[in-house]
């Protein structure tokens, strides 16, 4: 009865977010402990593992087990979830590793800089010589411009 070609495979997926097109997702195989990694944390929504590249010592990556390409994807719940693991891992982490500060990194889009598009939340503890800078360099703005922007943004 090939008629109405079903995929299971599909339906599966998208019952459970995942979006076929990325079966060669590394990040997907990683969280669902296809790859091995340095696992810090796991439960049946995220993995939380040693990013490979480490910014400073104890960098680590929030990843779902679900497959979103990023924030936009994410659904809402997630996302609530997401950070609350980040509060959970920053302060554990941060007791056990020492760290003075650490910043949380998300990153949407290549031009933003993500280069692994499978949803992540980057945490990352800091110490007072890491020698890193993670910032940006603030433009000067008038207060018109910044009101067209809260319009723009704001409007309808
Ligand atoms: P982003 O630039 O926000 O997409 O971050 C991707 C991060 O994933 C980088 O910090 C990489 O060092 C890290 N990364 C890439 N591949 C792996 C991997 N196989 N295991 C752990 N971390 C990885
Ligand atoms: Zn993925």
């Known amino acids: 009865m090939k008629d109405i070609c079903v995929d299971e495979n599909a339906i599966h997926a998208e019952r459970h977010g995942i979006n076929m097109k990325e079966a060669n997702c590394i990040f997907c195989k990683i969280a669902n402990g296809e790859i091995p990694s340095q696992t810090l944390y796991e439960d049946d929504i995220f993995r939380v593992i040693l990013d490979l590249g480490p910014a400073t010592k104890g960098h680590a990556l929030i990843l779902?087990?679900?497959?979103?390409?990023?924030?936009?994807?994410?659904?809402?719940?997630?996302?609530?979830?997401?950070?609350?693991?980040?509060?959970?891992?920053?302060?554990?982490?941060?007791?056990?590793?020492?760290?003075?500060?650490?910043?949380?990194?998300?990153?949407?889009?290549?031009?933003?800089?993500?280069?692994?598009?499978?949803?992540?939340?980057?945490?990352?503890?800091?110490?007072?010589?890491?020698?890193?800078?993670?910032?940006?360099?603030?433009?000067?703005?008038?207060?018109?411009?910044?009101?067209?922007?809260?319009?723009?943004?704001?409007?309808?």
């Not at 979830?81 to 891992?89: D, F, G, I, N, R």
């Not at 554990?92 to 889009?109: I, K, P, S």
């Not at 007072?128 to 067209?148: F, H, M, T």
């Open 64 to 156: 779902p087990k679900e497959h979103y390409a990023n924030l936009y994807d994410l659904p809402e719940e997630t996302a609530g979830e997401v950070m609350k693991l980040a509060k959970k891992m920053a302060t554990e982490m941060t007791e056990r590793l020492g760290c003075e500060g650490f910043n949380l990194v998300q990153n949407n889009g290549d031009l933003a800089g993500q280069t692994v598009f499978h949803f992540h939340m980057h945490l990352i503890p800091r110490y007072r010589a890491d020698g890193q800078k993670i910032g940006w360099e603030p433009q000067e703005v008038s207060i018109e411009e910044l009101q067209q922007v809260k319009e723009q943004i704001c409007q309808g």
